[in-house]
């Protein structure tokens, strides 16, 4: 279970994406680049707008706001005008403008005739069908003339402009070369009047984390929302200024905030919080904020990394947790048993979730670190698999040549050490260690020998314990944050601090309301 990348990704102005990390070893250099999405948008500004006027469908309240719709809505019916700068209708306009939804995705337009595009006639069209799906928050249906004249038939005589080979618009630029060519379909090369306009308000629940962490559509292992802003119900309700519901930060990192959200009708007794929980990726240590804070404000971009569901470019706004006024809040650790750690599907509810590995005696449960973790490189003699030396030290690092990672294309050498590692409960691939500080902690259910599972902890933050030296020694507990990389199909648990690490005698796991927390409070004007 080690990691087997090394991968750092850069976005390059795309407003999308954000700046990226190491995740791994080995190196993957991953650069996004532009967003990919043409310029429609027309040379010259327009005097011209669209009036988008509902007249059917559900548009909630703010004090009533409709459930997020995972599934399409019922069609809105929609009238649409092409309006002059004098606000008269344009009777000469007698082209397409495509439909959009923000937030949302446009599901039909007409059920589905020209896609999302509408054919305006003498500037007007009326009792157009549009529905949305994944819509939340105040939502608008959006209208612009991107100069999109869609075809049918791409095989009709003449072709479209878009795809027949001539500069039609005489700009000097053809087909896909042109800006005005929004797809090869398309019957005009120009960008169109760039007109728009939106709908009055639409009235949907914000999401909460388990919405973004997709509970409902994707089991956890993926957002619904990809690449969209999302403003999160922490539960905090502005025209009360008192929290309905609590959303507390249970865990910082060097590069984020770990956030849980205490009410949900998915909670588990047995396991814990359900999808309740979110990583929001700051890039570096965040500030003026700590474990114990109530977040009253959580706006970011959400995305999947790597498989693992995070905000980015995130936006907050906390209350301090003082311990003169109310408790801590952080949940108590979920506790992973064995045979958890087969359950992609429980594993996935508990990502970003503080959880546990702990000996139990009364249920039969040991961990311990993985005894097989060395510096030294396994030799042919064995085919490069580890191995102990002459001394009993074991042999781990699997990058034989020394150049900083682990060539997955040298199936006879490297590969087959690290597969080799991978396959063995007890080994911990040295380099993999080196680089991320990742290591196998071992889960045994005592009464069944074939019950074993291979956990893998990470440590940095706790500065007091050395898997190294503590390599094959029992454990109490080994708590922290539950992250997920998809590269090597692994979970992993982040220690916050020395606190969650407990392996001297005598230890016990310390609870959620004392450990890795500021026992004065986190109020900076009070330090």
């Not at 495509?98 to 999302?116: A, M």
């Not at 797809?183 to 909460?208: K, Q």
Request: proline share 6%.
């Amino acid at each position: 279970m080690q990691y087997r990348y090394f991968a750092l990704a850069l976005a390059l102005a795309c407003p999308r994406r954000g700046l990226r990390r190491v995740v791994g070893p080995g190196l993957l250099l991953l650069i996004a680049g532009a967003c990919g999405q043409k310029n429609t948008l027309p040379q010259q500004p327009t005097s011209k707008r669209i009036v988008v006027t509902i007249t059917g469908g559900t548009l909630g309240t703010p004090a009533a706001p409709q459930p997020i719709n995972f599934s399409p809505s019922n069609a809105y019916t929609v009238h649409l005008e092409m309006r002059n700068e004098d606000d008269t209708v344009d009777t000469d306009f007698n082209s397409f403008v495509r439909i959009s939804s923000k937030p949302g995705t446009v599901y039909t337009v007409n059920g589905g005739q020209d896609g999302r595009n509408v054919q305006l006639v003498n500037g007007v069209a009326d009792n157009v069908d549009v529905t949305i799906v994944a819509a939340f928050g105040q939502t608008r249906i959006w209208a612009q003339d991107i100069g999109y004249v869609p075809v049918a038939d791409l095989t009709r005589n003449p072709p479209p402009q878009c795809a027949n080979g001539l500069d039609d618009d005489g700009d000097g630029r053809v087909d896909s070369a042109d800006p005005g060519c929004f797809a090869p379909n398309d019957d005009d090369e120009t960008t169109g009047t760039g007109a728009l306009g939106v709908s009055d308000l639409i009235y949907y629940a914000r999401p909460r984390i388990a919405d973004v962490r997709g509970a409902t559509t994707t089991g956890g292992t993926g957002t619904p929302f990809p690449y969209e802003q999302v403003d999160i119900d922490t539960g905090y309700d502005l025209t009360t200024n008192a929290f309905k519901w609590d959303t507390v930060v249970t865990g910082l990192a060097s590069d984020g905030f770990f956030a849980t959200d205490l009410q949900n009708a998915t909670n588990d007794p047995q396991k814990g919080l359900m999808y309740n929980s979110v990583f929001a990726y700051t890039f570096s240590a965040p500030t003026k904020i700590g474990v114990c804070d109530r977040l009253r404000l959580l706006q970011a971009t959400s995305s999947d990394f790597f498989g693992y569901t995070e905000l980015n470019f995130p936006t907050w706004a906390v209350e301090y947790w003082d311990p003169q006024v109310r408790p801590c809040l952080v949940p108590e650790a979920t506790v992973l048993a064995p045979g958890d750690w087969n359950n992609a599907s429980l594993m996935f509810k508990n990502e970003s979730g503080l959880v546990r590995v702990a000996t139990d005696a009364a249920n039969h449960v040991a961990i311990h670190v993985g005894g097989h973790m060395g510096s030294g490189r396994p030799t042919s003699a064995t085919g490069f698999k580890p191995d102990q030396d002459g001394s009993g030290n074991w042999r781990t690092n699997c990058d034989l040549n020394g150049d900083g990672k682990v060539n997955f294309s040298d199936t006879n050498g490297e590969a087959a050490c690290a597969n080799a590692c991978e396959a063995d409960v007890e080994c911990t691939e040295f380099s993999s260690f080196s680089s991320q500080g990742g290591f196998a902690i071992v889960v045994q259910d005592t009464q069944t020998a074939t019950n074993v599972a291979k956990a893998q902890g990470e440590a940095t933050a706790a500065t007091s314990f050395d898997p190294v030296i503590n390599a094959g020694q029992p454990l109490t507990s080994f708590t922290g944050m539950l992250r997920y990389f998809s590269g090597g199909n692994q979970f992993t648990i982040q220690a916050r601090c020395d606190d969650d690490v407990r392996f001297k005698s005598g230890d016990l796991p310390l609870d959620s309301s004392h450990a890795c927390v500021n026992q004065n409070g986190n109020n900076p004007e009070q330090q």
